[in-house]
């Protein structure tokens, strides 16, 4: 696909109007530069940081392992997006293999890449960080605000258009069954309702960070590296000084032996759930506590696929734009795990790795893809003590990796979502459902269904999970026996390092997660902008 008629690459224009944007893996030789404040990693966290203190005057490094890419790349084609703008190929996975992980790396990380699904931090959620984490000033009131600049900037609003067959399932089965459900919100302006979402937009439509907050940051005189790994934090003495990189050649696997070191005043880790406790721990930073990379969470996702008699085509339109809570807050934050439920957006590609099967049955299963529906269910997890989320490790080769177990509490928690996905899908008309657990048939009947789903051993590997929605890892608190930074993202045991990202949530939330850290940020970034301008001016004073 080359560019689309009448939709301008402005990024791209901008690039050739002098943006400081440099691919480090194409440097012909070792750099070294200084700045006020270096951003590792361009997602909903880096990317919403950056824009922040650039423009309160601030000199601004982003670094980014993945590749600049822009909206006459995006060619709607899965096989290249996957290899190009996720992690690991799309081949990210927990340290055992039982779920796989979708996340971004690209310039905007998974905001250039996601569904669009935007939620406000749950009431319940933030009130728990309270209570519980001893976190502060992060209740509704505190928040409100915060979430509605940000919902104003990357224009966060209902989605208005009739939802596509794929989630009207969703809602028709809430509503013959009495359940609640709503529209979700999504950060889109001039959506073309393409519904491929997850590999970049080509129309400019998705308002993530690489076409709002970095562009504005650039226009401010920010400086982008792309293909450049961040591999450890420069530790001086009790303060971090800065950050080395290394150049990345362009198939994002090999390096090109060329360093960027990078100076600043400040430095700010934002590479998200796995990697900003990842690059902690390969930094060797203090941890007396071992805190860091623990509590990780993954609103682990189980799914459900029907068959209907009419088609469903589950790849075309917004991919999500129904939901239901209905079974999220039932016993409020410390019952059992509750879980959101939302729809599946079914491409080929993805379609065919998650549809169990082989050889003739897996053909049969794919070419019913046209009257398929889906469903997930994100798990909450984090909330209650038999939900302690994962902890991060290095591979040998100083990746890192997720191992998240399997508990009684998630047990219980996959059941029941199976339950509520299949009874919704059996009542919205579907003439087959069958749960992604490994051996089982399509079912015809609810009652067939539900006494099958009742003896499901629900074990890893059996059960079919993954997640898009990485989380903690650096949770934030005032303990510093229980979290890795304060409630201001600062970390605890040395001067210079904020972590500004998912990862500092000492829980998953309950929702998709680019709405809460766009806020939360956006509320920590000012903050510490207006201290380290604060800070230069009375340097140059004295």
């Not at 931090?121 to 209570?131: C, I, S």
């Amino acid at each position: 696909m080359t560019e689309i008629k009448g939709i301008k690459d402005f990024f791209a224009e901008g690039i050739e109007q002098g943006w400081k944007a440099q691919h480090a893996g194409l440097l012909k030789k070792s750099e070294s530069v200084e700045c006020d404040v270096v951003i590792i990693g361009t997602g909903a966290g880096g990317g919403t940081a950056a824009e922040i203190f650039a423009l309160a005057g601030l000199d601004v490094v982003m670094i980014e392992e993945g590749p600049l890419r822009t909206s006459r790349d995006f060619r709607l084609d899965e096989r290249t997006a996957y290899q190009d703008l996720y992690q690991e190929g799309g081949g990210r996975a927990s340290k055992d293999g039982s779920m796989t992980i979708l996340q971004g790396r690209a310039v905007g990380g998974s905001t250039t890449i996601n569904w669009t699904s935007s939620f406000r931090t749950p009431p319940l959620t933030l009130k728990h960080w309270a209570d519980v984490h001893g976190v502060k000033d992060m209740g509704v009131d505190a928040m409100t605000p915060w979430f509605a600049q940000a919902e104003e900037r990357v224009n966060i609003r209902p989605w208005e258009i009739p939802a596509n067959a794929n989630n009207t399932v969703l809602r028709a089965g809430c509503e013959k069954l009495g359940w609640s459900w709503g529209a979700i919100p999504r950060n889109v302006v001039g959506c073309w309702n393409l519904g491929y979402c997850g590999m970049g937009c080509p129309t400019n439509a998705k308002q993530s960070m690489l076409v709002t907050t970095i562009p504005e940051a650039l226009k401010k005189g920010a400086r982008l590296y792309h293909r450049a790994r961040a591999e450890k934090l420069l530790v001086e003495g009790r303060r971090v000084a800065g950050v080395t990189c290394v150049g990345m050649q362009e198939d994002g696997v090999n390096t090109s032996g060329v360093t960027l070191t990078v100076r600043a005043r400040h430095v700010v880790v934002a590479g998200g759930g796995i990697n900003s406790p990842g690059l902690l721990l390969r930094s060797e930073v203090p941890d007396p506590h071992r805190t860091i990379g623990k509590r990780t969470f993954m609103h682990p996702v189980n799914a459900v696929f029907a068959q209907f008699e009419e088609g469903i085509e589950p790849w075309s339109g917004a991919p999500q734009s129904i939901y239901s809570d209905h079974f999220q807050w039932v016993d409020g934050a410390a019952g059992p795990i509750g879980f959101k439920l939302e729809a599946l957006p079914l491409h080929p590609g993805l379609a065919s790795s998650l549809i169990d099967g082989y050889g003739a049955q897996h053909a049969q299963e794919v070419r019913q893809l046209p009257k398929t529906n889906a469903l997930l269910a994100l798990l909450r997890d984090g909330f209650i003590e038999d939900s302690p989320g994962g902890s991060i490790s290095l591979r040998d080769d100083g990746v890192p990796t997720v191992d998240y177990p399997m508990t009684d509490a998630l047990r219980d928690g996959l059941r029941r979502a199976f339950l509520a996905m299949a009874e919704i899908q059996f009542a919205a008309g579907a003439k087959a459902v069958r749960p992604r657990q490994l051996g089982a048939p399509a079912y015809s009947s609810w009652k067939e269904c539900r006494e099958a789903i009742l003896a499901y051993p629900i074990e890893k590997f059996r059960t079919g999970m993954g997640s898009a929605h990485v989380m903690g890892g650096c949770g934030m608190g005032e303990d510093v026996k229980r979290s890795v930074v304060n409630s201001q993202g600062r970390f605890h045991h040395l001067e210079g390092l904020s972590v500004l990202d998912g990862s500092i949530f000492p829980t998953s939330i309950g929702a998709n997660p680019q709405l809460s850290i766009y806020g939360l940020v956006r509320k920590l970034a000012t903050q510490l902008a207006k201290e380290l301008k604060s800070a230069a001016g009375k340097a140059a004073v004295a």
